[in-house]
């Protein structure tokens, strides 16, 4: 059967387990991870709104293949915000893999998505699917700047010996508390976050809802360190393997005013509490707060422009790490 013979259109919410199905053939998830619940709350509960998704439907009613865009606002730092989807979620069953399936299904998504009057997509592609997106118009903004905090000397040469993605599944943790539980405080956070300074790039529009989603997914463990209460400043948290290191990854670090002493105490303390090797974060602003840069290290930020042009180059953007992990 040709890709010819295959019909691209939108997907119904009443077929997601087929949806399911295909990203478990073509990315090999190993029965037993919460992987489907993991799909489920990221496109059907997400903050910013429920993804669109698109299949290829082949004669005999088997789906070829999937592609979601999740849903996004991006805030610039004159206050402005803009609409954007993430391509995060893209499988080829196997079985037609190299026929322009994925091709096909981008291309439509962009076509509908820039019609419904969607500014920009962004993602950070993995090795097999960033030629793919770079041959329908993405654009390479470059990798976005990581930086770690050791917890010893031993363990800063265990980092640098650990060059493998780290897990995508957590290790519990007991350090601070459980981040749902911490984030329903929905009027710290809100004061917290309103005292933040303009984005010095485009930014996640978050706000407390966003958050509480974001963090919600129990089978993650993510951790919220608070010391003095959330209206003081806190930081969320996970920890993971990478290869034999223990990583606490920092996805967020919200201080009132985003005072920069504050922020230090904050990640001086989580060291000290947790049971890692070192603190790893993304983003500009957290180099200034005793951090170490890792070069080279970072994800591989690509855009592509519908309604409006992205920033170039990953300084126009102020992106942090619970802004990339798991999408
Ligand atoms: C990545 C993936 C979605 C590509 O799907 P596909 O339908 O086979 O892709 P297409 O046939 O439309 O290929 C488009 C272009 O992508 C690139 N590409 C696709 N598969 C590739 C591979 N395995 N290695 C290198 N480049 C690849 C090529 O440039 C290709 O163009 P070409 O065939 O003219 O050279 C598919 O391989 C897949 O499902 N992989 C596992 C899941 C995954 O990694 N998803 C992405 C992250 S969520």
């Known amino acids: ?41 990221k496109h059907l509960h997400n903050a910013f709104g429920v993804s669109p998704m698109w299949v290829a439907e082949a004669s005999d009613g088997r789906l070829a293949g999937f592609r979601a865009f999740l849903r996004w606002e991006l805030r610039r730092s004159d206050g402005t915000t803009l ?37 920009l ?24 700047p990581v930086a770690i905090r050791p917890a010893s000397p031993a363990a800063l040469l265990r980092i640098l010996r650990a060059r493998v993605p780290a897990a995508k599944w957590s290790l519990p943790s007991a350090v601070g508390e459980d981040a749902a539980s911490a984030l329903a405080d929905a009027g710290a956070v809100t004061q917290v976050l309103a005292s933040q300074p303009s984005p010095h790039g485009l930014a996640t529009a978050w706000t407390a809802e966003a958050l509480a989603w974001r963090y919600r997914f129990a089978p993650l463990h993510y951790r919220v360190w608070a010391p003095e209460g959330m209206a003081a400043g806190f ?31 904050l990640l001086r303390g989580l060291a000290g509490a947790v049971d890692a090797d070192y603190l790893l974060t993304i983003g500009h602003r957290d180099l200034r707060a005793g951090l170490l840069p890792l070069p080279g290290q970072g994800p591989r930020l ?19 790490l619970g802004d990339i992990e798991l999408f």
């Not at 997509?121 to 976005?144: H, I, M």
């Not at 422009?305 to 942090?320: A, I, K, M, N, T």
Request: contains cysteine; charged residues 25%.
């Open 83 to 119: 609409r954007a989807v993430r391509a995060v979620d893209t499988a080829t069953h196997p079985d037609f893999q190299r026929q322009g399936v994925f091709s096909r299904l981008t291309s439509a998504a962009v076509a509908e998505m820039e019609a419904e009057g969607v500014d």
């Open 121 to 144: 997509v962004f993602n950070t592609p993995n090795d097999q699917s960033r030629p793919g997106y770079l041959k329908l118009g993405w654009a390479e903004a470059g990798r976005l």
């Open 1 to 41: 059967m040709g890709p010819e013979d295959l019909v691209v259109r939108r997907a119904r919410l009443d077929e997601l387990d087929a949806v399911i199905d295909v990203a478990a053939a073509a990315l090999g998830w190993p029965a037993g991870e919460p992987h489907d619940a993991l799909f489920r709350w």
């Open 302 to 320: 690509t855009t592509r422009r519908l309604g409006q042009e992205p920033p170039v180059s990953v300084r126009g953007w102020d992106l942090h």
């Open 235 to 265: 930081v969320v948290c996970r920890v993971r393997a990478r290869g034999s290191a223990t990583e606490c990854s920092v996805t967020h670090v919200l201080a009132p005013d985003a005072d920069v002493r504050r922020v230090r105490t």
